[in-house]
């Protein structure tokens, strides 16, 4: 059973470009959760979805910073006009979803480290 | 809503001695508890966790973490260090049901002296 998937591991984008992350969840997961660690801090909430819904997105900068969860396909974490200050490791997390709610672990994926020259 | 505070960013202990870990928290909901470990460029895994229930958590590696209600504090021990225990920890609270976010506390690493 794969765990969470994240591609790419390493990106390296210019100022100004646009940069996509994808996650896969874990097999049967439809809840996803983004989250972001900046260098020499913790991890802080961006974004939780659902399949086809933003659940909550009240860690999301204002501008730029777009997620969806498709009906088919991974979940995708777009920033437009990427600056210095994005540069940071993007983590995705999933769990199942069930009724057992905040009982559930979240599974991570391995991060996508995104470098902005 | 809900906070984390780990107590010393970076705690050093010798092979075979106790590793402690603090943890505080705040939360406005009954909370759940996680500890992560974080090895160098690659993503968490979960050690443990705290729902209901007995408050003293065993988890994986030989780790465990004492929930204290009173202490609002869910500190993580281990008995006797290990070099492969070195790595980043953190301290998790999970959000209220219907949207169940982390808050993670900054993150503790931890350095094992051979």
């Known amino acids: 059973n794969a765990g969470v998937m994240q591609n790419p591991r390493h990106l390296v984008r210019r100022r100004g470009q646009e940069a996509r992350l994808r996650c896969s969840p874990m097999k049967g997961h439809s809840h996803v959760y983004w989250y972001r660690q900046l260098p020499e801090e913790g991890l802080k909430f961006m974004v939780y979805l659902q399949k086809e819904n933003i659940i909550d997105e009240s860690g999301m900068p204002k501008e730029r910073f777009s997620a969806e969860f498709p009906k088919e396909g991974p979940s995708i974490l777009r920033i437009q006009q990427v600056v210095r200050g994005d540069s940071a490791a993007y983590f995705c997390?999933?769990?199942?979803?069930?009724?057992?709610?905040?009982?559930?672990?979240?599974?991570f994926g391995p991060g996508t480290r995104l470098t902005v020259t | 809503a809900q906070s984390v505070t780990q107590l010393g960013s970076h705690v050093s202990v010798s092979e075979g001695a106790l590793v402690l870990l603090r943890c505080n928290y705040s939360?406005?909901?009954?909370?759940?508890l996680f500890w992560y470990v974080q090895y160098p460029n690659q993503g968490l895994q979960l050690l443990l966790k705290?729902?209901?229930?007995?408050?003293l958590v065993k988890g994986i590696n030989g780790f465990e973490a004492e929930f204290k209600k009173s202490e609002t504090s869910f500190h993580l021990t281990k008995p006797s260090a290990h070099m492969s225990d070195a790595a980043e920890y953190f301290c998790a609270v999970k959000g209220n049901f219907g949207n169940e976010k982390l808050t993670f506390g900054t993150g503790t690493r931890l350095t094992i002296i051979p």
């Open positions: 997390a999933s769990s199942p979803g069930g009724t057992s709610g905040r009982t559930e672990e979240q599974y």
């Open positions: 939360s406005s909901v009954p909370p759940y």
């Open positions: 705290y729902t209901t229930g007995a408050t």
